[in-house]
């Protein structure tokens, strides 16, 4: 039955090759879309992840007085816990957007974050040139403040008379030191420092972010915020980074739909190319099938051929668009370099292609059974 349905197959080679054709490319564009969007998936949750890789953070409240603690005090209880690294201040304003600041010969843009020297070394950057206020000099004068070395070479800035003046915010600012900070450290040296205790913190009244640098996943959530505020541990609130299993789980969920609608198109294409194939055949067949009726064939096997020869083409079309796919998805990922990732489950699709062929070929199939063959061969 098989060996007879291959010959028939190959006896109409334009309308085989036509459905072989449209099946390929169907599969060949879907195992090409998965391999896309599994690998940028994957490539897109490490890179975000990695941004926040090993810190996190432990706000505590401030209006219950959490800008009023000592730094210091706070960071030692903090890293006394097993696995902190490091801990400090550390907080981004206007959500990290840059905001015209000007010196008396220059002008441009810079980020603003309220932080002091434990937050900056949590955040991997270092002072390369003056120095912090202290917290009896801020009492004094609390528009001093420290400049990103890139932020203080495009205006001309550095911690001495004549160079230490800038204008942001609405107030001339004294700077007192410059900081650096590379790769994750990066928005630093495009910023202003506000260091806690400055106007701009003491105008701040939301909670206070302590940035914590730990081994793996640190200290438990109750620890660190035991450690961060005993006086009331239940106000404080710990933020970790989204692992990068999580977001490659909750992006490739996001894209599921899109590769739902895809699949269906598909299937609508190679079914409708496979029904016309076989319904082509059937007639062109009708007097062949009366010829084998007459000759003691059943409505059975005649239906049945048909039906094999269908499953031929949409498992053959199948499976070679999975080569196809495959090797595509293998340049995409290699052009792009992140990993070739499939599911598991393409490892069934020409199975699932040939049951495919064998529904849509089902009407022809069907019609293929009624043909007369008295009839016929009265013709």
Avoid at 159 to 177: K, S
Avoid at 326 to 334: R, S
Avoid at 363 to 376: E, I, M, W
Wanted: charged content about 20%; proline content about 5%; some cysteine.
């Amino acid at each position: 039955m098989l060996r007879e349905a291959w010959i028939n197959v190959w006896r109409r080679p334009g309308r085989t090759v036509f459905s072989l054709l449209t099946v390929l490319i169907g599969t060949a564009t879907l195992v090409t879309m998965l391999a896309v969007t599994r690998g940028s998936a994957h490539r897109s949750a490490e890179h975000l992840a990695g941004l926040s890789s090993g810190s996190f953070t432990v706000s505590v409240p401030g209006h219950l007085g959490g800008w009023d603690e000592d730094e210091a005090r706070v960071a030692a209880r903090i890293r006394q816990l097993p696995g902190v690294r490091g801990a400090g201040t550390y907080m981004p304003l206007f959500e990290g957007q840059r905001k015209d600041v000007r010196t008396q010969t220059g002008q441009g843009q810079a980020g603003h974050i309220i932080t002091t020297a434990e937050g900056v070394q949590a955040r991997g950057g270092r002072l390369v040139a003056g120095g912090w206020p202290s917290s009896s000099s801020l009492r004094t004068d609390g528009r001093q403040v420290l400049v990103g070395a890139g932020a203080a070479r495009s205006l001309g800035l550095w911690p001495e008379p004549g160079r230490n003046r800038v204008y942001a915010e609405g107030r001339w600012l004294t700077v007192t030191g410059i900081v650096d900070g590379q790769g994750e450290a990066a928005l630093l040296g495009a910023s202003i420092l506000w260091p806690v205790g400055s106007e701009a913190a003491a105008e701040v009244t939301t909670d206070r972010p302590f940035l914590i640098v730990a081994d793996d996943d640190g200290p438990a959530d109750e620890s660190l915020a035991l450690s961060a505020w005993p006086y009331e541990p239940g106000a404080a609130r710990v933020s970790r980074p989204v692992s990068a299993t999580s977001l490659k789980a909750k992006l490739l969920g996001e894209s599921q739909d899109m590769v739902l609608i895809t699949v269906l198109v598909l299937c609508v294409s190679s079914a409708v190319s496979v029904y016309s194939t076989m319904q082509s055949a059937v007639w062109e067949r009708r007097r062949l099938i009366g010829l084998d009726r007459a000759l003691g064939a059943s409505r059975w096997r005649v239906g049945r051929l048909f039906l094999a020869e269908s499953a031929i083409t949409g498992g053959l079309g199948t499976l070679l668009g999975l080569g196809v796919g495959l090797l595509a998805g293998e340049l995409v990922a290699l052009a792009q370099g992140w990993p070739h990732l499939q599911p598991w489950w393409i490892g069934v699709l020409p199975l699932a292609g040939a049951g495919l062929g064998a529904v849509s070929g089902m009407l022809p199939a069907v019609a293929s059974t009624r043909v007369d063959p008295v009839r016929l061969l009265r013709e």
